[in-house]
């Protein structure tokens, strides 16, 4: 299963994150905690918990803007 996660590592912002956090269970996000911050293309592989899935893979994307890349991504 595939996350997308802000600097902060914090699964309750966003609905996706957050839903994956309420049905994962608490230690979804302390693991999430304990890793720290993630960096603009970093990937992080976490444990599923209570996910009818065996991983977790945890990405922060790249800001996009239409003004700032001239429509270029």
Do not use: W
């Not at 956090?21 to 599923?48: F, I, M, N, P, R």
């Amino acid at each position: 299963m595939n996350s997308v996660v802000g600097s902060d590592f914090d699964l309750s912002t966003g609905m996706l994150s957050s839903r994956l956090s309420e049905k994962a269970g608490s230690e979804l996000q302390d693991t999430c905690k304990q890793h720290g911050t993630v960096d603009e293309g970093e990937v992080v592989e976490t444990d599923s918990y209570n996910l009818p899935c065996r991983r977790i893979i945890h990405c922060h994307l790249a800001s996009y803007s239409r003004q700032s890349n001239n429509g270029k991504v």
